[in-house]
């Protein structure tokens, strides 16, 4: 865990960015690291959860190749922050969503095969019994390897919402959770034109 005696000060050069429940900094002593704030008192809940999710992969020995790393909180100038993996692709650069890839259709192109790792993905939330709450393109980014390769890592949605969250501890549960969170990982693909003109194209191909 990190140590909360001595606080950091974020400055706003730093930020990664602010959504709906948080806002993300680099950790001004380690770049391969970023502080979360959460933005209200209403998302404790939520990182509780959260964490929750964390400490139960933890036990179970997972491969954290595609996701982030948890290490505990620190003292900021803003508040309470929640440290994590910050991603970077192979030159340093802070790793984009797959939103943002999904959206320019240039940046799309640059994927190679994206089916692929769609699948190694979704086996990888299969094999290491990973719940996402969220399966959005905003919570996965694409960590660029070289100038022609990468893999999907999750940072963001990683909860399980039910009231009774027995699916977090019951292997059978935990399955059919997963199953229909990667349903809704494709309806989210799928919801992108970029995506969908490139299964059409694929589909035409096999035909």
């Known amino acids: 865990m990190e140590n909360r005696s001595i606080m950091k000060v974020l400055d ?11 806002s993300a900094y680099i950790d001004p002593e380690n770049e391969d690291r970023c502080i979360k704030i959460l933005d209200s008192k209403d998302n404790q809940r ?50 984009e969503t797959l939103r943002s890839y999904f959206t320019d259709e240039k940046k799309f192109k640059t994927i190679p095969n994206l089916l692929e790792k769609i699948e190694t993905f979704k086996k990888y939330l299969i094999d290491n019994k990973i719940i996402l709450a969220d ?31 027995i699916a977090s501890y019951i292997n059978y ?14 309806t989210k693909l799928m919801a992108h034109e970029t995506y969908k003109n490139f299964i059409d194209k694929n589909n035409n191909k096999s035909l």
Not at 173 to 186: A, S, T
């Open 12 to 22: 706003k050069s730093t930020l990664l960015g602010t959504g709906t429940k948080r």
């Open 46 to 95: 939520n990182i509780r959860r959260e964490l929750v999710c964390y400490r139960i992969l933890k036990k179970q020995n997972i491969s954290w190749d595609m996701m982030i790393q948890y290490y505990g909180t620190v003292e900021t100038d803003q508040g309470i922050g929640h440290v994590f993996d910050l991603v970077r692709d192979f030159d340093g650069k802070v790793s």
């Open 135 to 165: 399966p959005g393109l905003a919570n996965i980014l694409y960590k660029k390897s070289s100038e022609n390769d990468g893999t999907f890592v999750i940072v963001d949605g990683v909860e399980n919402t039910d009231f009774i969250p």
């Open 173 to 186: 549960f935990k399955r059919k959770k997963i199953m229909r969170c990667i349903k809704k990982f494709d």
